[in-house]
């Protein structure tokens, strides 16, 4: 970019900034949602495995992502090539030293920086259905390598120009023709329902499912140890969601308000939802349901907010905080040990804004006015998150069952009754705890009969 281009741009370029710091928070906050609702002798490690993502995929995204989810030389539309653009190259500065402009018109490297974010946190989403029982080193393998078969080909698929996009070449111009070369019924997927949600939402469950249930899975009454903890992170993912739904109208624009006003209310609303579900089912509300509707809300919108009127966003909202709250309960129904509701909240609460976007989207619906034509956007929605479901399912099921194979998923049982914080991390999350943490149970013992005898 010429450093007047650049000056045109400016305003567009200092909201991406903001917006991808906002989404780099979100990260660090999930980790306080989830640390808070674990057990205790767990906090640290869930905290670990969103602070080890955050590490390891920042570094591949640099590497290959980039590549691999926007480059130009697309494999079927499944994935790009990652050696096309590896380290970045050709995708900073030109020949000139000058900066690239991508396709918003703001330099190209603010692109890159904000979806780098996105992929984080996707990957960290999926620890939440892992607590108390998985070892940290397998963890970040499947990390690295479920970012680069998963993450990195649906990001192609759908914002990439491939598979699951409106491009000429995609599945919905396939299905209902193109127009002017590209999709007549284009998908939507606002800031990452497929992308984001339901792909890790449904790695959860395929990991739940592979892996199995911890020692004191419907034995024990699973608590939170830190309920204000929980509520600081869905706060700070509420507040850190205005990147990553306003960031993905990639300027500073009505799109951009609109987004933002969107997030807003459905998340009012789902929060809402959950707790009217809460009242009429248990006969009281809680504040992890407040926060789990909060997080409800702002999963069921991120496809949908461009693209609603806030009305039907409330609408999409209230009805995603109530199927949140009773999809949280299927883990119960199914027995899988989904510990922290991955699955209840991310994939139940994506599928349903992902095609409820195409009953409610303003004046396109098959429930706003889009006639036939609104029949045929619901029918796009459904088969993009049907082939989002599919494609993760496999995908993660044969990493999850090599590495099982390989090396191992679970810490032994002994390790998770004494806490997994102090067996894997040598810590304990308080500092009341932090001689007892660090102890293993045989030395507990130990301890106690030696202060028995100098008694």
């Given at each position: 970019?010429?450093?007047?281009?650049?000056?045109?741009?400016?305003?567009?370029?200092?909201?991406?900034?903001?917006?991808?710091?906002?989404?780099?928070?979100?990260?660090?906050?999930?980790?306080?949602?989830?640390?808070?609702?674990?057990?205790?002798?767990?906090?640290?490690?869930?905290?670990?495995?969103?602070?080890?993502?955050?590490?390891l995929v920042g570094v591949i995204y640099v590497l290959w992502g980039w590549s691999m989810s926007y480059g130009n030389e697309s494999f079927a539309g499944w994935f790009s090539n990652p050696f096309e653009f590896f380290g970045l190259r050709d995708s900073v500065t030109d020949a000139d030293g000058?900066?690239?402009?991508?396709?918003?018109?703001?330099?190209?490297?603010?692109?890159?920086?904000?979806?780098?974010?996105?992929?984080?946190?996707?990957?960290?989403?999926?620890?939440?259905?892992?607590?108390?029982?998985?070892?940290?080193?397998?963890?970040?393998?499947?990390?690295?390598?479920?970012?680069?078969?998963?993450?990195?080909?649906?990001?192609?698929?759908?914002?990439?120009?491939?598979?699951?996009?409106?491009?000429?070449?995609?599945?919905?111009?396939?299905?209902?023709?193109?127009?002017?070369?590209?999709?007549?019924?284009?998908?939507?997927?606002?800031?990452?329902?497929?992308?984001?949600?339901?792909?890790?939402?449904?790695?959860?469950?395929?990991?739940?499912?592979?892996?199995?249930?911890?020692?004191?899975?419907?034995?024990?009454?699973?608590?939170?140890?830190?309920?204000?903890?929980?509520?600081?992170?869905?706060?700070?993912?509420?507040?850190?969601?205005?990147?990553?739904?306003?960031?993905?109208?990639?300027?500073?624009?009505?799109?951009?308000?609109?987004?933002?006003?969107?997030?807003?209310?459905?998340?009012?609303?789902?929060?809402?939802?959950?707790?009217?579900?809460?009242?009429?089912?248990?006969?009281?509300?809680?504040?992890?349901?407040?926060?789990?509707?909060?997080?409800?809300?702002?999963?069921?919108?991120?496809?949908?907010?461009?693209?609603?009127?806030?009305?039907?966003?409330?609408?999409?909202?209230?009805?995603?905080?109530?199927?949140?709250?009773?999809?949280?309960?299927?883990?119960?129904?199914?027995?899988?040990?989904?510990?922290?509701?991955?699955?209840?909240?991310?994939?139940?609460?994506?599928?349903?804004?992902?095609?409820?976007?195409?009953?409610?989207?303003?004046?396109?619906?098959?429930?706003?006015?889009?006639?036939?034509?609104?029949?045929?956007?619901?029918?796009?929605?459904?088969?993009?998150?049907?082939?989002?479901?599919?494609?993760?399912?496999?995908?993660?099921?044969?990493?999850?069952?090599?590495?099982?194979?390989?090396?191992?998923?679970?810490?032994?049982?002994?390790?998770?009754?004494?806490?997994?914080?102090?067996?894997?991390?040598?810590?304990?999350?308080?500092?009341?705890?932090?001689?007892?943490?660090?102890?293993?149970?045989?030395?507990?013992?130990?301890d106690a009969a030696g202060a028995s005898t100098k008694g």
């Open positions: 970019m010429t450093p007047e281009e650049m000056v045109t741009a400016s305003g567009d370029s200092a909201w991406m900034l903001m917006s991808a710091a906002l989404v780099l928070l979100m990260t660090p906050a999930l980790a306080l949602f989830y640390g808070g609702m674990s057990r205790q002798k767990s906090a640290i490690n869930m905290m670990m495995m969103s602070f080890g993502t955050l590490g000058n900066y690239i402009a991508g396709s918003s018109g703001y330099a190209n490297v603010i692109d890159i920086g904000f979806q780098l974010t996105f992929a984080v946190i996707t990957v960290a989403i999926i620890s939440g259905s892992l607590a108390n029982r998985v070892k940290f080193s397998t963890w970040m393998v499947f990390a690295g390598i479920w970012v680069t078969l998963a993450y990195f080909p649906l990001a192609h698929m759908v914002w990439g120009g491939g598979l699951l996009s409106g491009s000429e070449d995609g599945l919905a111009a396939k299905m209902f023709g193109t127009t002017d070369g590209e999709a007549t019924i284009a998908p939507i997927d606002f800031a990452g329902g497929t992308v984001v949600h339901i792909n890790a939402g449904m790695a959860a469950l395929i990991l739940a499912l592979i892996i199995g249930r911890s020692r004191s899975f419907m034995k024990e009454e699973a608590r939170p140890h830190n309920l204000p903890l929980v509520m600081l992170g869905a706060a700070l993912l509420w507040f850190g969601w205005f990147g990553f739904n306003g960031g993905s109208a990639f300027g500073a624009n009505g799109d951009a308000g609109l987004a933002w006003l969107n997030t807003t209310v459905a998340t009012c609303a789902a929060m809402l939802g959950w707790l009217t579900v809460e009242q009429l089912r248990d006969k009281h509300v809680t504040s992890l349901g407040a926060a789990s509707g909060v997080v409800a809300g702002l999963v069921a919108i991120t496809p949908a907010a461009g693209n609603l009127t806030p009305v039907t966003a409330i609408i999409l909202g209230a009805i995603g905080g109530a199927l949140s709250a009773v999809g949280v309960g299927l883990k119960y129904r199914f027995k899988f040990d989904d510990s922290l509701d991955v699955v209840g909240v991310h994939l139940v609460a994506g599928l349903w804004g992902t095609i409820g976007v195409g009953l409610l989207a303003t004046d396109d619906g098959l429930l706003t006015g889009g006639g036939g034509d609104g029949f045929k956007l619901f029918v796009v929605q459904i088969v993009i998150a049907v082939v989002a479901l599919v494609y993760t399912a496999i995908v993660t099921a044969v990493i999850a069952v090599i590495l099982k194979k390989v090396m191992g998923w679970r810490i032994s049982g002994d390790e998770e009754v004494t806490g997994i914080d102090s067996v894997l991390h040598a810590e304990s999350a308080y500092s009341g705890d932090s001689h007892m943490g660090n102890l293993t149970a045989l030395e507990v013992e130990q």
